[in-house]
């Protein structure tokens, strides 16, 4: 079992648990105080969960992030009384263009259980996960961090200490470039500025992105259609938006993969003797090939290198 599935059923186990303890607690008060206090407990623990408990994640706040970011330049720096404190080899060394990253250690207050926390750089808010709590990372590109930039957290606290991490832009010429995006968009996100200064670039969108189709299903769709509709024109967008001045339309392809548990799709490569069935709801809903069950053979026209 993934780290995923263990967390998701170890929330679902915790909301069951959470949600007998609460009904036992208002029908003792319906019985002890009122017979109003049931439903207007109901009301009240609905608003709250709705407000305060409906999202979840799929790991645990309290972990540190582990991001492997290979930067030759890096210093310790001290956020004593709220501002960042470069040593001098560090304020001689960044440039203008550089892009900097600031290691920190984060723990959330009481109220950032509730509330979501942030730290606040000068006009930006970066926001963290309720109830975070370790190595966290702050973006300071395109500020000033000679000037002492002040960090402001709210809701959570910063440790005294820190790592400033410096990356040089690249040049300027670049040769071939490889984007895989996982899902529509993410490649404009995170590389537009690089594949845009490409000499060449190919970008490979990985996912269709059919799930959470609520909105085309208000529209009056079964679920089926919907999320087929959503998943086509996402996957449109990844193959539309990258072409023009920045990417050729024949360096652009999606492999539209349907949003399931790959892993599980994946298991007829290892055991290609089993019986030809869909292995996922998700792929039995859309009627998907069954030996490569998670493919969405024919969603959009795929374009691009071979």
């Not at 210093?75 to 501002?83: E, K, M, Q, T």
């Not at 010429?173 to 996100?189: C, K, M, N, Q």
Request: charged share 20%; proline share 7%; aromatic share 8%.
């Amino acid at each position: 079992m993934s780290r995923k599935q263990t967390l998701l059923r170890r929330h679902r186990r915790n909301k069951r648990v959470t949600l007998i303890i609460g009904l036992l607690m208002l029908l003792a008060l319906g019985v002890l105080l009122a017979w109003w206090v049931m439903p207007l407990g109901v009301l009240l623990a609905w608003v709250a969960h709705e407000a305060w408990f409906s999202d979840h994640l799929f790991y645990s706040p309290a972990q540190d992030y582990q991001y492997d970011l290979p930067s030759e330049r890096q210093w310790p720096v001290s956020l004593a009384g709220g501002r960042l404190a470069l040593p001098a080899e560090a304020a001689a060394a960044v440039v203008e263009g550089d892009t900097l990253v600031l290691r920190v250690q984060l723990r959330s207050a009481w109220a950032g259980r509730f509330i979501d926390p942030y730290v606040a750089l000068g006009s930006d808010r970066q926001t963290f996960e309720r109830g975070s709590r370790g190595v966290r990372y702050l973006n300071l590109t395109g500020v000033d961090p000679v000037a002492g930039l002040a960090l402001v957290p709210r809701h959570c606290r910063l440790g005294a200490d820190a790592t400033l991490l410096a990356f040089s832009p690249p040049a300027a010429a670049l040769g071939r470039v490889l984007v895989i995006a996982p899902h529509a968009d993410d490649a404009e996100l995170a590389a537009f500025q690089l594949y845009s200064q490409a000499r060449e670039s190919w970008i490979v969108t990985l996912t269709a992105g059919e799930i959470e189709a609520e909105h085309y299903e208000r529209m009056g769709l079964p679920k089926a259609q919907a999320s087929r509709l959503k998943g086509q024109l996402r996957a449109w967008d990844s193959l539309a938006v990258p072409c023009g001045p920045a990417c050729r339309p024949s360096a652009v392809c999606s492999w539209a993969i349907f949003a399931c548990n790959c892993r599980q799709c994946a298991s007829s490569l290892a055991r290609p003797s089993l019986p030809e069935r869909p292995h996922c709801a998700m792929c039995a809903r859309f009627g998907a090939s069954t030996r490569w069950p998670c493919a969405a053979t024919a969603m959009v026209p795929r374009r691009g290198p071979t």
